[in-house]
């Protein structure tokens, strides 16, 4: 859902789309920065670059030259992209309406959930007290992760091996045997870049101790190597909190009005194309070889926050 709200329009595209709904009126009620040729570039655009760059306030004053020369240069772009008649051309003009209905899109969508309410003290207290491992908990943990590629049958081998205290060495050494694919990493990340599913189990284990996941390609061993403890109080912890809840919030209601729009509207499928089949059941994510599918981070959640809440 997160897509709905990411369409990227590349700089110049966006000048143009600017260019084109700025009326004279609007320009002339503004104060004039720069002109180039014929145009002029107003402190309204520059604010607006400003703006869409996220540029601190304190940071604005240096930032408006850098603005106005980028604006500039892309004002001599387009001129000659329009001296060229390049607005008229169909690939050009295709992009321009495909950018336009994204920043509608955008625009509609970031309308729907700018009242999202935070969480009340009582969610953020019981959602931290639930969490120990993100929070009071909290530990970094440097591990090694062993990926491999095997049909169902051969899972309870790996597992009677672990029981049976086989190192991970020794492990690697029978999948060359069975001329099974594996891959071997190792990181060290804190508790919130470890994938949810994995952390409450990862956080039980002692250093040494392995534990294995499985998925419809295969097993994926983590074994931890040591830990250290990093507690977060409730304080350092709850913008982080905050801001998971009002993501979710946000996620919930785009797929609810999306849905909305979806049964009310006249939709029709024509030209061969079908409705994608909607799966009757949650499908797992399959384990895979690959080193990355262990340590990566999960995106756009709340350890992204709490990552970025306690630096």
């Excluded at 049909?151 to 091996?161: E, H, L, N, T």
């Excluded at 050494?173 to 990181?187: C, F, H, P």
């Excluded at 470890?194 to 534990?211: A, E, H, I, N, T």
Aim: proline share 6%; glycine share 6%.
């Amino acid at each position: 859902m997160n897509v709905l709200l990411r369409g990227a329009v590349p700089g110049l595209l966006l000048i143009t789309l600017l260019s084109a709904c700025g009326a004279k009126s609007e320009k002339a009620a503004t104060q004039v920065a720069a002109k180039v040729n014929n145009s002029e570039i107003s402190v309204h655009q520059i604010n607006f670059v400003l703006q869409r760059a996220n540029v601190k306030p304190e940071q604005q004053e240096a930032a408006r030259g850098q603005a106005l020369e980028r604006l500039i240069d892309q004002e001599l772009a387009v001129q000659k992209a329009t001296e060229k008649k390049l607005d008229r051309s169909p690939e050009v003009l295709q992009q321009l309406e495909a950018a336009k209905r994204e920043i509608l899109q955008r625009a509609y969508l970031e309308g729907l959930v700018q009242d999202v309410p935070k969480p009340s003290e009582t969610e953020v207290k019981d959602y931290y007290a639930a969490h120990p491992e993100l929070f009071s908990n909290r530990r970094i943990y440097s591990y090694r992760a062993l990926g491999i590629q095997m049909p169902a049958d051969k899972i309870p081998v790996v597992q009677d091996m672990l029981a049976k205290n086989k190192s991970l060495e020794e492990i690697v050494a029978w999948t060359k045997e069975q001329n099974l694919r594996a891959v071997a990493d190792g990181a060290t990340k804190p508790a919130e870049q470890m994938p949810m599913q994995l952390l409450p189990r990862l956080s039980q284990l002692k250093d040494g101790q392995v534990v294995l996941l499985t998925g419809n390609g295969g097993v994926e061993l983590i074994q931890l190597v040591q830990s250290k403890s990093e507690p977060v109080d409730q304080a350092r912890a709850t913008p982080a909190i905050q801001q998971y809840f009002v993501s979710m919030r946000k996620n919930e209601r785009l797929q609810k009005e999306v849905k909305h729009l979806r049964d009310e509207a006249k939709l029709e499928y024509v030209g061969g194309y079908k409705p994608p089949v909607a799966a009757s059941a949650p499908v797992a994510a399959p384990a895979s070889a690959a080193p990355a599918a262990t340590g990566s981070a999960v995106a756009a959640d709340l350890e992204k926050g709490i990552a970025t809440g306690i630096k």
